[in-house]
């Protein structure tokens, strides 16, 4: 790969990723806002200052490393302050906040795929897999990704101890998933991003 295109491969990425996760972000504080609690609004969290959501580790260095990898994309922000005592409907809302992410990167990579089908730009297919692999990373059910909060409302109560239990280690968990199971979690992301591209294609009639 010749510098230039390094160097466009690396700016798009860092670009696109950070647009992604800020939107996944502020579309986390505006379902909470809609469930009650204010506190994203609150924190200044619902801007799209990108100052307020950046994690270095997982906005930046973890998604351009895949990016140079030719590894599936994925990564994270800084996680939107909730107050769940002030929610609605407690863990169903909180369910409903933890979605809104993932859904908005999807939403976000069939917007990308639309683009790319009428003007077969590249940088949209990098849209398409940055924020597929967003989302479907995010739907894993560890803490603290947020298909554990959508797990936490219909598990039973002795699942929603242990969940509560290694919430602290959330962190740390997904990062043992990324290095000890790399592969499986490649083929994983792969499968489910190919089965939502099918459904993308089926929506526009190929």
């Keep these: 790969m010749e510098i230039r295109d390094l160097i466009l491969l690396l700016l798009s990425t860092f670009l696109i990723t950070l647009f992604s996760m800020i939107l ?23 801007t799209l200052n990108p100052l307020k959501h950046i994690d270095p580790w997982m906005t930046i260095v973890v998604p351009l490393i895949l990016a140079l990898s030719g590894g599936p994309i994925f990564g994270g922000a800084k996680p939107v302050p909730v107050n769940t005592r002030n929610l609605k409907h407690g863990e169903w809302s909180m369910a409903l906040v933890a979605i809104a992410g993932p859904l908005t990167n999807i939403v976000l990579a069939f917007l990308s795929f639309l683009l790319w089908m ?8 990098r849209g398409v897999a940055i924020n597929l692999g967003f989302a479907v990373f995010n739907i ?21 101890d242990f969940m509560t239990k290694i919430e602290r280690y959330g962190v740390t968990l997904v990062f043992v998933l990324i290095m000890l199971f790399g592969t499986a979690l490649g083929v994983y992301m792969e499968t489910v991003e190919t089965f939502i591209l099918g459904i993308f294609y089926k929506i526009v009639g190929m």
């Design 24 to 46: 996944h972000e502020i579309a986390h504080g505006l379902v909470a806002l809609w469930q009650g609690d204010q506190t994203a609004r609150l924190s200044g969290r619902l």
């Design 118 to 125: 009428a003007t077969d730009w590249g940088v949209c297919v």
């Design 140 to 160: 894993i059910p560890i803490p603290p990704l947020d298909g554990s909060r959508v797990l936490y409302a219909f598990a039973p109560d002795f699942v929603r």
